[in-house]
């Protein structure tokens, strides 16, 4: 995993992604691009093959696993296993597939490494929200909603493979993670088939293999409040990236903006951070990290991503500074004749 120096204060003309900058394609190989709507967000997959049919076929073969995800996590359709669980596990211990049960399990692990910031049981609160409509839950909606979130009390048995809620009205939202192992798996798809150059992403999460042929990849960070508009370009190589942002799905109201991050202990969203981007050795302990810094706020949050071997981040404050984690740093005076 490389990254280099990031660039900040870029105009949105200097911002390269790879799908910006495509060559024409030869006819016997070449960069190969697709993108397509699925998970309820865009799904991008640029790579390089030096066979052309080889290579569709590979970009074949992560979009039909990125419609296997959806299928079984969207939480929005009704027969997807996200569904059934959230419709069965209040009462009883419901069989869930091996999948399941891991993702499950690796949101524990966050939820326990995070001091309950990344918790999938915020969905119990963040079901009343309505950011397309502008809808917030009364007080009284809220607080009794609040009752049924924390992830220890989600009853996971790994070795029956069952799943059940130890509170009523209680609901998981897999969300971002999703589409963490979405990339992760898109990516490893990739390399099975031996693509050593190629980019997956859905949303805000990509997984980069290798380099652009000779150089890195070049992904922008968004810049929070001015759309069309990036703060930082990093250079990457081989690693995983997160991005949350209070920018996705909100509303405001009385001067509050009210978005999809949710803070599990309060119910509400967080107002420290605009942004946090992560970087990582998969989708992820980068979506799990990006969700929790954010959560945390600047100082708990960076602490927590030192903390884990392999991570970096760089947080847009509220007042819309930018602050790096220090193998950043470290990697940025490195940089520096």
Known sequence: MRFGMPVVNQRPGSFVHGLQRRAATPVQGGWIAREEA???TSIQVELWSDDRIAGEQAVDAVMAEMHRIDRAMSPHKPDSELSRINREAGAVAVPISEEMAGLIARAIDFSKLSGGAFDITFAS?????????GVQPTREALEHARCAVGYQYLLLDREARTLRFARAGMRIDLGGFAKGLAVDNGAAILRRRGIRNAIVTAGGDSHVLGDRRGRPWTIGIRDPRRAGEVVAVLPLEDV???TSGDY???????GVRHHHIIDPATGRSPDSVRSVTLLGPDGLTTEGLSKSVFVLGLERGLQLVESVPGADAVVVDAAGALHFSSGLLAGAMESRP
């Open 38 to 40: 699925i998970m309820g």
């Open 125 to 133: 609160v963040g079901c009343l929200y309505d950011y397309r409509l």
């Open 240 to 242: 995983a990236m997160s």
């Open 248 to 254: 996705e799905r909100y509303f405001e109201r009385d």
